[in-house]
């Protein structure tokens, strides 16, 4: 699956809706094959640092887009064969609960099935693929972060797959850094070094 237009076409989108309140809370699973992390791996690295935003990302990926649009800063970061990872910056004032921002952001890239022509589209919410979400908290130098994972199930070609996300929210003092992190799952072994890399070291304006 391509992702990378469907987050680009869903950019506008997430401004208002990415502040409202959500109420159905996020479900809580364990899912050990889902928190694998490897912040072991030795990754050559290039450094992202403009702004008073740093993060570092793995050379051969590159900075799509660096961009701010009504007071949100959008980052895109993609790797050659289409693993993505976006940061979205607000002021800390502004900005959403981390379980309502992945509650929106799933909600404006959902993909609505596209029927054969000539037939009506159902738009109903069991059209679509529903996803399912994980909270986590992680420790990072001492610090507690919530993590919330979620995977989106899909068929391509007749054969069952499923888009794998990864939420965190990162605080300065005026700053909320978030970054989504998004693979199909069978890949997810290959790049967890690298999404690891963008959080450990992503650092927003102070």
Same mark, same amino acid.
């Given at each position: 699956?391509?992702? @990378?237009?469907?987050?680009? &076409?869903?950019?506008?989108?997430?401004?208002?809706?990415? &502040?409202? @309140?959500?109420?159905?809370?996020?479900?809580?699973?364990?899912?050990?094959?889902?928190?694998?992390? *490897?912040?072991?791996?030795?990754?050559?690295?290039?450094?992202?640092?403009? =702004?008073?935003?740093?993060?570092? +990302?793995?050379?051969?990926?590159?900075?799509?887009?660096?961009?701010?649009?009504?007071?949100? #800063?959008?980052?895109?970061?993609?790797?050659? =064969?289409?693993?993505?990872?976006?940061?979205?910056?607000?002021?800390?004032?502004?900005?959403?609960?981390?379980?309502?921002?992945?509650?929106? +952001?799933?909600?404006?890239?959902?993909?609505?099935?596209?029927?054969?022509?000539?037939?009506?589209? /159902?738009?109903?919410?069991?059209?679509?693929?529903?996803?399912?979400?994980?909270?986590?908290? @992680? =420790?990072?130098?001492?610090?507690?972060?919530?993590?919330?994972?979620?995977?989106?199930?899909?068929?391509?070609?007749?054969?069952?797959?499923? /888009?794998?996300?990864? +939420?965190?929210?990162?605080?300065?003092? @005026?700053?909320?850094?978030?970054?989504?992190? !998004?693979?199909?799952? /069978?890949?997810? *072994?290959?790049?967890?070094?690298?999404?690891?890399?963008?959080? #450990?070291?992503?650092?927003?304006? !102070?």
């Amino acid at each position: 699956m391509n992702l @990378r237009p469907l987050l680009f &076409c869903a950019l506008a989108g997430l401004l208002l809706p990415a &502040c409202e @309140r959500i109420e159905e809370p996020v479900e809580t699973k364990t899912d050990p094959t889902l928190v694998k992390v *490897n912040p072991e791996a030795t990754i050559p690295s290039e450094k992202y640092q403009e =702004d008073g935003l740093t993060f570092e +990302y793995p050379s051969g990926w590159k900075v799509l887009e660096d961009s701010v649009q009504e007071s949100v #800063r959008y980052v895109f970061i993609e790797s050659p =064969d289409e693993a993505l990872s976006v940061i979205q910056v607000f002021s800390i004032e502004d900005a959403p609960s981390l379980e309502d921002f992945s509650q929106s +952001y799933s909600a404006q890239t959902q993909v609505i099935p596209v029927e054969p022509e000539g037939q009506s589209e /159902d738009v109903t919410p069991s059209a679509t693929p529903q996803p399912e979400f994980m909270a986590i908290t @992680r =420790d990072l130098d001492g610090k507690s972060y919530e993590w919330i994972v979620e995977t989106i199930p899909s068929t391509v070609a007749g054969i069952d797959s499923s /888009d794998y996300r990864e +939420y965190f929210r990162k605080d300065s003092e @005026r700053f909320s850094a978030f970054l989504i992190n !998004q693979v199909n799952k /069978d890949a997810l *072994n290959k790049h967890e070094g690298s999404f690891e890399m963008i959080f #450990r070291t992503l650092k927003p304006m !102070q």
